[in-house]
């Protein structure tokens, strides 16, 4: 897909398919991937999401409330395709090289060590980072408290460090 | 160079593929297709003549009244009898937790002889820092989603609003509020997080974190409680009973009607001489504080953490006691799941 996603507080609310792919396809997939740690399982949970959006057709207050549904619902997702009988059973992972290969802007050593982090890890360490969502915003959509995501995001902080030695600032 | 910087960056390269519209509009369509041919059933069956629909509900009328009926039965003789305790610590989801691990090539834990010994240890590695890394990739991470819960063919969900918990029935178009269930008030001076609900058949388990300035009735601060409701009446829960065990709460889950918590206990040391109540970690039943026993406490020695893994278990049909318990020393900064095993890694 060669365009990038825009999406922040000034974008309208999407409702048609091709305009809310066009402006979340990107953020869904980048979680699902960071959750899944699979191409082909982020694909799956992109198109669930996508089909429950469709299906719902929840009415949303602003874009920053649909694009928190949206992740929501693929935090969600990607835990239902994860605690699956036959996930747990066959776990096919994408190296991380694999996932951002093609360009020279990806750092895989980075995405590599935040792929090593546990799952809830990892979800809190990517909306922290890279969604600039707050450690509030993070807990309800999780469904947890301030504290446990606190906690995580600590936890991982020192096992980012850990991996990447001194070579980034965590 | 800046972490964040990093991350955004190679995340920014990322895209997800635009033929995937495609296949979305496909089993969209697909989907009101199989959507139109279930409303045309529904029609048909408007069409049968009232006269057999009002048998049809009268006679289910019945039915669900049974079943009702033997749920509340189902529910007495279980606050009445005592559960098959011994048969839930003779089921894998524990004893796995612990022993299978023992052979593997990632852990190896150790038996400790007595408290002492134990306090030893726990000494020791206060000097020590951690230098182990567990090799993430090894473990199988799973969730299990529990915020809905498919119980008897219908789906409730959980919430907890105003420390209260809301069970609620879901359907394809609307959530209908069934109970609205007050959460136990809490101690003086102790602030409890609610982070969990689990149902399952007659009993309903809220579970979260309870902190608190100093320690209360010999358990450590924070500890993790569970509040046991019975649900023999779906519209008016009941508080049966109020369990607890060391250490912050971290995971719970149902398989094979066992509940099984998990909690970090942290140890403190000071330079004090510390008693096994200071180190070890403790259950509660309904105010009733135990320490661990000896031989349920574990070392991981690849882990120089001085942090207790505290894994419990509940028969889930009663909800009542705690069926099994064990503690690993070190046994983890991380947990990860599988529906059958739950795997420490340090």
């Known amino acids: ?119 809830k890890y990892r979800t809190a360490i990517h909306l922290y980072y890279y969604e600039d969502y707050a450690v509030r915003e993070i807990a309800a959509l999780m469904r947890t408290s301030e504290s446990t995501v606190k906690s995580w995001l600590h936890r991982a902080r020192g096992m980012l460090k850990e991996a990447l030695g001194g070579d980034y600032e965590v | 160079m800046k972490f964040k910087d990093a991350y955004r960056r190679t995340n920014d390269s990322v895209h997800v593929r635009a033929d995937l519209l495609e296949t979305i509009r496909y089993r969209q369509a697909k989907a009101q297709i199989e959507e139109a041919e279930k409303q045309k059933k529904r029609r048909w069956w408007i069409a049968i003549p009232t006269a057999a629909s009002a048998a049809m509900l009268a006679g289910l009328a019945i039915v669900v009244g049974l079943r009702v009926g033997q749920n509340k039965d189902v529910a007495a003789t279980a606050e009445q009898a005592p559960s098959a305790l011994d048969s839930i610590v003779e089921k894998p989801i524990l004893s796995n937790a612990i022993f299978d691990t023992e052979n593997s090539d990632l852990y190896n834990f150790e038996t400790v002889d007595s408290y ?139 398989a094979d009607g066992v509940l099984t918590v998990i909690s970090y206990d942290s140890v403190t040391v000071s330079e004090e001489r510390h008693s096994p109540d200071d180190l070890c970690p403790h259950i509660a039943v309904n105010g009733q504080t135990a320490r661990l026993p000896i031989a349920d406490i574990y070392i991981n020695p690849q882990s120089s953490d001085n942090c207790f893994t505290v894994i419990t278990a509940i028969d889930a049909g009663s909800g009542t006691q705690f069926a099994a318990h064990k503690a690993v020393l070190g046994g983890g900064d991380l947990i990860e799941e599988e529906k059958q095993h739950p795997y420490l890694t340090p």
């Open chain 2, 116 to 254: 002492e010994t134990l306090a030893q240890r726990i000494e020791e590695r206060a000097l020590q820092s951690a230098e182990y890394v567990g090799d993430l990739h090894n473990v199988v991470a799973t969730a299990l989603n529990e915020e809905q819960t498919m119980v008897e063919g219908v789906v409730y969900s959980l919430d907890i609003e105003q420390s209260c918990l809301v069970v609620s029935v879901q359907s394809d178009e609307k959530t209908t509020e069934t109970a609205r269930v007050p959460l136990e008030p809490t101690e003086a001076g102790e602030m409890i997080v609610y982070q969990k609900q689990i149902l399952s058949e007659n009993r309903l388990f809220v579970i979260g974190t309870a902190y608190a300035s100093e320690a209360k009735n010999g358990m450590h601060q924070p500890n993790t409680i569970i509040l046991t409701y019975t649900l023999a009446d779906r519209t008016e829960p009941m508080h049966i009973a109020t369990l607890r065990q060391d250490g912050e709460f971290e995971s719970a889950r149902i």
């Open chain 1, 1 to 119: 897909m060669e365009q990038n996603t825009q999406y922040g507080q000034q974008a309208p609310v999407n409702n048609d398919l091709d305009s809310l792919y066009v402006t979340y396809g990107d953020m869904v997939y980048r979680l699902a991937l960071v959750r899944t740690r699979s191409t082909a399982d982020a694909e799956d949970v992109v198109q669930e999401v996508f089909l429950r959006c469709l299906k719902n057709c929840p009415t949303f207050e602003s874009a920053e409330h649909q694009k928190a549904w949206l992740l929501k619902v693929t935090v969600n997702c990607s835990k239902s395709l994860l605690g699956s009988a036959f996930r747990r059973h066959a776990v096919p992972e994408d190296a991380a090289g694999e996932l951002v290969a093609d360009s020279q802007e990806a750092d895989p050593t980075v995405y590599d060590a935040v792929l090593r982090l546990p799952e």
